[in-house]
């Protein structure tokens, strides 16, 4: 008889998510993503009748402790399988560690693309599906002067490298550029907001993420500049931005996303009623809790054909494995081991939440390296 079919042992997964640092705000909510799907999971059982076990570590927003927190998962504690990291750089922290050792890390957050790794699935938006859809709405709705502002890594540089092709090939413009330290403080930004009143776009992009992100739209706010006519349109700024923030100082501005808390279906209701259950009535669910929370079931489900953790195991059998998900119905994309997403561009409300502006029509296919565009492919 097989043994691996007669044990109780736990699973043990790996997780990296930063519950401290200026990164806490959007990471916790992943990590909450993610336990809730290991509860789910091992309430009805397991899989193969044995738990998830989660190995959590807390990074603190430094980037260079995810790649040594990957290594002690992976050496130390004996585990492959890592669900963890919001910021492109951490992922690229931990990137070498996962090839080297043959781990698979399951990223659930939109990135910059131009990236494949066997040992990576991505779950979260690549441009194709946030960047195209909003250049193409904001155009539409706002003008074609863009200003960009972002933190200064890796995906904010490339997306706007992205934005900026986008912008020029439909005909607009970029009329400034700018950038902050990754955990930039207030003040920072009143230098750039003066040059924004100055320059007058016609639309803010910003790649600016974690904390930063709270002090850039106050520092908009301050000075007087109407989201009604020049918003801040964004990534990355979810509903758990917006609450940080505060939804007066949210109100107006645009986010591209697969997910909405408010999107209307009764799946996705069901999901906000259990997460709501648990942390409170008032916290919002967002897309990277939402993309967290979905791999989990993904992974949890192609674990239970395999009935093993072995890397090349897994990764062969999750692509093109589907999943019923709050967002609606996704998949991994088998050519790139990107997750074929759903796109919506939202408008935050009085609420803190987002009215849905556009949705594509079904799932956008993951296309990092942007083959399709420019091509026949249509991305709506
Ligand atoms: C990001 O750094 N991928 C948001």
Redesign the pocket.
Known sequence: MNRSAQTTEPWRVGVLFSRTGFMSVIEETQLRGTLIAIDEINDRGGINGRPLEAIIYDPGSDTRSYGHLAKRLMVEDGVSTIFGC????SRKAVLPVVERLNGLLWYP????GFEFSPNVIYTGATPNQNSLQLCSLLMKLYGTRFFFIGSDYI?PRESNRIMREMVGKSGGSVVGERYVRLGASRLEFAPIMQEIKRVQPDVVFSTV?GDATTYLYQAYSDMGLDPKVMPIASL?TSEAEIAAMGHDVGEGHLTAAPYFQGIGNTLNSAFVGRYQKRYGSDAPTNMCLEASYFQVNVFARTLERANSLETPKLRAMVMGSEFEAPQGNVSINPNWGHADLWSRVGRANRGGQFDILFESRTTVKADPYLIGYGRSVSYV
């Not at 919001?86 to 750089?89: E, G, K, L, V």
């Not at 957050?109 to 910059?112: A, G, Q, R, S, V």
């Open positions: 919001y910021t492109s750089s957050t939109l990135y910059e995906y993420v990355t």
